[in-house]
Every structure is written in C-alpha cells, then in structure tokens.
C-alpha cells in the first residue's frame, strides 16, 4: 500500500516470463505516473489469475487499477474480485491489451475479454434492457440475442418473459411488460407470448380489450363483423327477440307476429311481444309500439 512507480505498476510490475496469481489480496493506496496504478503486467508468454481480490482507491495516468498486456495464446483470468475507487485521468480503470476472462458470468450476465473498463468493475455487466443471455460467460453486449417477438427481456435477463394472455407483441425488442399490447376488442388470445391475436369466431365476440378468450354471444343479439373488422355484439332491434346464444346473423333476431308489439331491445323470448290494446293496432311483423286506429276506424281486440 501507499508505493508509488516512476512509470508502470504503483502497487506490483511484472515484466518477467512467469504466471502471476493474485488471491485473497487488496492492492491499496498505490500509483504509478503511466498506467496500472495497482497491478501492471506485461509479458506475452505469461499469464495472470487475480482471484477474491480486491485492486481499490489507485491512480495513475490510465489503467488505474490493472494493466494487463499477457500472453497471446492463453487467456488470463479475473474472478470474484472487484475494482472500486481507481482514478485515472482518462476514466479506464483496466486496460486489457490481450484477453481476460472473467468469472463466474451467470446467464443474464456479459463481459468483454479486451479492452478498456471504465469506473468501478465489481464483475460481469448486466445484459442490457431489450437483450436476454442464456449461456454463461458472453463476451457482447448483445448476450445472446434481441429479445423476441411476443416477449420482453428487461434489464439482466437471462430468459425471455412471455408476454401474458391477452396481449401480443409483434417487434424485436421489448423490454417491459407494459410494452405487451393489448388484444383489441373482438379478438383474443389463449397462449402467452404471442405475436398476433386472433379474431373472434363467428357467433362470439369480446367486449373488452385484453381478452384471453371469446364468449358466445349471447341470447337477445348476434354476432357480426363491425367497421374495423373486429366481432361485436349487436342487440336485436325493438319488435324482435333472440332466444338463442351464439347467433352471427340479424336474421336470427324472431319479428314479433302481427297486432303485438316489443319497445324493449334486446329481447331475449317473445314474452315481450305484448298484444296491442282496444282501439290499437300493430298491423305487420316485428312492431315495436301498437298504433292508435285512424280516424273513421275502431279495434275492439
């Protein structure tokens, strides 16, 4: 702690041809005026292993904590140790010239093996909001891939969450459950993560959006194809009535017989089908109100 190097390597400089293992150790307080202001190691037939260690509150010009510039044919090795408090004029706190795995990396979970790590490096990086990771120790941003249609990957997901029933979602890309679109009136969806709904077959219909399933249509109406092309449900007109469920026709919807008459819509049995009152008439199918006789005629009935 509190050592102090010209150039390269404030805390530990390993130019030498020889593996390097750090474990269970803290590289504190140190600096070097070029770069690792921890740990510089530097020698491409050697390795290093920096296992449960802990490279903190270092400085230096670049590659605050460690610089690592190993072997081209092996790779060297990072696990469970973290890298807090490092400052460098240029914000990187690990410069990795050659290749570093990093350990473990869970599903959800990405590094990459080269390059500049900037801030503080306490392990693997989440896979980012609308990216899933399946395997263990991706190397991309990307993890394994875009999350796919029907579904939604939020930040650190390893496996893609299905959109619920009801809803669908047909782009690449989602990453959160509100993204997941309801289904539309008069169509529905059964299954989880979905790119589509389905339409409402003939003689059923969904009144709200979000259906995970159709309802028959139901006595004192039919079923019919509306102006967006969904299935909505239409009452029978007053003067008519519909005993049956499931009908798709307003041919299904029964005229109330000559001299009754029905005001209600909606009808479900021809017990609304009222006969007209003395001095009334209702004089064709399907009336809705019984009208007065004109004058110079009567109806006793």
Known sequence: ADCTAGRNGGGIAMTQSADFSLTDSAVTNNAANLSGGGVSFSHHASTATLMRSNLS????????????????????????????????????????????????????????????????VMGCYLCPAQYFGTAKDLTTEACSDICPIGHFCGEGTADPTPCAKGTFMPLLGASLASDCLNCPRGQYQSKSGQAKCIDCSHGTYSSETGSAACEPCQSGGYCVVGEDG??????????????????SSVDSCLRCPAGTASSDPGATSNATCQPCLAGTVARGDGSSVCEMCPQGYYQSD
Not at 92 to 103: G, M, N, P, R
Not at 230 to 247: D, F, I, L
Request: hydrophobic share 35%; aromatic share 10%; charged share 20%.
């Open 57 to 120: 509150d270092n400085r230096a010009r670049a590659a605050s904590a460690l610089f690592y510039d190993g072997s081209i044919s092996a790779s060297g090795s990072v696990r469970d140790s973290f890298f807090v408090g490092n400052v460098a004029d240029n914000n990187v706190t690990i410069e990795a010239v050659s290749e570093l795995s990093w350990h473990p990396c869970t599903p959800g979970e990405w590094m990459p093996t080269s390059g500049a790590f900037k801030d503080d």
């Open 230 to 247: 969904s299935m909505t449900r239409q009452v029978c007109p007053a003067g008519t009535y519909n005993p049956e469920n499931a009908s």
